[in-house]
């Protein structure tokens, strides 16, 4: 999703924008673009492709201590030079770069059009910078805000005036815009991992505030001009986690370093004495989580699909209700926000659009947020009324692995605390805590059977599709496997629950529509495996993720993966472990673009 970078200082800007920008690669984008202010006015460079295409069309000698720059991932208009970022008022004094949707963009293009303004994109960011430079306020900051007062949408902007080279006016609403304070110089990025190398002292902006910075200082203002006297925080973050390691791909990397970054995680949240987790971040207590009696789980993707595994963790250990919805879709169908239930935002990013609208509709109705978020400081972190911060370390492969199953060991910690306020015993609470701390060794056995998960990988690879199934506890693996391995291989892979078969996806099964069936060692088993029969009967080749206390025996033709039994509420986290290096296989073996998949963006921040 689009990226942005901004730079004043004493030093060129032109290597720091680009910079910046290739470590907002991983977020996805089709065009890059960056403008400096030079002796010559304004020069703008766009490129369609990588950023790297972008830094072999600069002019060597390019120089400015004034720029900005943008990764872009179309939404108005294809991916073309023209409709890239930065976009430039017809005089060429303002430049823009913009992250987000400006919904009365048509309304607003015909006006200006009228008005006889002759537009060389079809971007929606175009607008901005025409509409900047036909205010008649008096100062940069007010043509902003008027500029800003026309507009119905989501944005961070970052604008450059040549008649102001020594500053860039920053807005944010909807889009995350993060300050990063430097000596003598400032930089502003649109995701934490463009400042990390220059700075750990940053300012969140918030939604509707605005920003003029120069080299050495900074003023946080609100749309009515108030000054918002916001201070640095300091942000730790660990750039050089931000590697491949000597793995060939991140998401390769990601899946394997799970063993240690869930050690991580849990190191000092398990109370084994009273049997129950310590999460303080949710500045909930014994009361408070006793007064809730439904859990409502919001996340996108797989992150929503992780809060289904959630739901049934806190419906098995809490006793209480609890369900899992699409964000995308949560807030559009006005729902009724009861004081008594818990909502709970799950994201990788914290950026996702979606799920922080989610998160805004509900504190707008008066209910109580909390986020299981891995970004440190982001949007959906800052804006729940406490949490749980994943510990997953950064994840720059579009595919999320280990940030999933950190939002699992998330959902299995909070429903430990949910249950040790209710009817869970202390036993039952240890015996949680023990299969927790388990989980580190049992994803090493998983890790270390890669190269026979690797052969399957490679027969699943040649068909054009495949079924995941599973049912109750195992549905959800069946749906995360199944996105994992479209995302990466581009083949068609669908989710459906193992009993559902019968009552119609049955009619597909032939010898070219590979299964792989969920199937945990648990009351379903046999249920599972005559529905695995069904589809051996219909010559259908099925691949059976189980354990090894399953006797598969009879289900002679059916390849199959194990994994190490743990406890049974605890399960879909390891079954989820194999379907990953399936998906990461499958890919390898097609050759595809592993990190950066066709069409996806790592944090979706636009509805
Ligand atoms: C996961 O592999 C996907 N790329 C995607 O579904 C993702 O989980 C979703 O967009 C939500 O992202 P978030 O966790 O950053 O909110």
Not at 133 to 155: C, D
Not at 170 to 199: K, Q
Not at 223 to 241: A, N
Not at 452 to 474: C, D, Q, T, Y
């Amino acid at each position: 999703m689009c990226g942005i970078v901004g730079y004043v200082g004493g030093r060129n800007a032109v290597p720091v924008l680009l910079e910046g920008l290739s470590r907002l690669e991983y977020r996805g984008y089709d065009s890059a673009g960056v403008a400096v202010l030079t002796s010559a006015g304004t020069q703008v460079f766009r490129k369609v492709g990588r950023v790297r295409d972008l830094e072999a069309a600069l002019p060597r000698r390019l120089t400015g201590k004034t720029g900005i720059g943008h990764t872009r991932w179309a939404t108005h208009g294809p991916a073309t030079e023209a409709n890239a970022h930065p976009q430039t008022s017809e005089d060429g004094r303002i430049t823009v770069v913009h992250n987000g949707i400006i919904d009365n963009a048509a309304a607003l293009r015909d006006r200006l059009a009228a008005q006889g303004v002759s537009f060389t994109s079809e971007t929606d960011t175009e607008i901005i910078a025409h509409l900047i430079a036909r205010s008649a306020a008096p100062t940069l900051e007010a043509a902003v805000l008027e500029a800003l007062s026309k507009i119905n949408g989501t944005y961070a902007i970052l604008v450059m005036d040549t008649g102001h080279p020594d500053r860039l006016v920053a807005a944010r609403n909807g889009s995350p815009l993060i300050l990063g304070i430097g000596d003598r110089e400032m930089f502003l990025a649109s995701d934490l991992s463009a400042l990390v190398r220059h700075t750990t002292s940053v300012v969140h902006l918030d939604d509707g505030e605005l920003a003029t910075v120069t080299a050495s200082q900074f003023r946080t203002f609100s749309r009515e001009e108030d000054d918002t006297g916001k201070s640095p925080t300091s942000i730790d973050l660990d750039v050089l986690d931000a590697d491949t390691d000597g793995h060939q791909h991140y998401m390769h990397k990601e899946i394997l370093e799970q063993p240690s970054s869930i050690e991580r995680m849990l190191r000092g949240r398990l109370d084994d004495r009273f049997g129950t987790a310590r999460l303080d971040g949710l500045n909930l207590g014994p009361r408070e989580l006793r007064g809730f009696r439904r859990v409502k789980i919001l996340g996108c993707g797989s992150a929503y699909y992780v809060g289904q595994m959630g739901a049934a963790m806190i419906e098995e250990l809490a006793r209480i209700p609890a369900d899992a919805e699409a964000a995308s879709e949560f807030r559009y169908r006005n729902p009724i926000i009861e004081p008594d239930t818990l909502y709970v935002a799950v994201s990788q990013s914290g950026e996702t659009a979606d799920t922080a609208f989610a998160v805004r509709e509900v504190k707008r109705k008066g209910g109580q947020v909390i986020g299981l978020v891995n970004v440190v400081g982001s949007t959906i972190a800052r804006e729940s009324d406490g949490g749980v911060y994943l510990h997953a370390g950064p994840e720059i492969a579009v595919a999320s692995t280990k940030a999933l199953t950190h939002m699992a060991i998330g959902f299995a910690m909070l429903a430990l605390t949910l249950g040790r306020v209710r009817d869970l015993s202390i036993a039952d609470g240890q015996r949680i805590i023990a299969g927790l701390r388990s989980l580190p060794a049992q994803i090493e056995e998983i890790i270390s059977n890669e190269d026979a998960i690797l052969k399957v990988a490679h027969n699943l690879a040649e068909s054009p599709s495949l079924f995941f199934i599973g049912r109750v506890r195992a549905f959800p693996v069946a749906r995360e496997g199944a996105q994992k391995f479209k995302e990466v291989s581009y083949r068609h892979a669908e989710a459906y629950q193992a009993s559902e078969l019968k009552h119609g996806p049955l009619a597909l099964i032939c010898a070219d529509l590979p299964t792989v069936a969920i199937l945990p060692d648990d009351e379903l088993t046999d249920r599972n495996l005559a529905a695995v029969q069904q589809i051996l009967a219909r010559s259908g080749p099925v691949v059976i993720v189980t354990h090894q206390s399953v006797d598969t025996g009879e289900m002679t033709g059916a390849q199959v993966i194990t994994v190490p039994r743990n406890e049974r509420e605890l399960d879909p986290i390891l079954l989820t472990v194999p379907l990953q290096l399936l998906a990461y296989h499958a890919a390898l073996a097609l050759g595809h673009d592993i990190d950066k998949p066709r069409n996806l963006a790592k944090s979706v921040t636009v509805e």
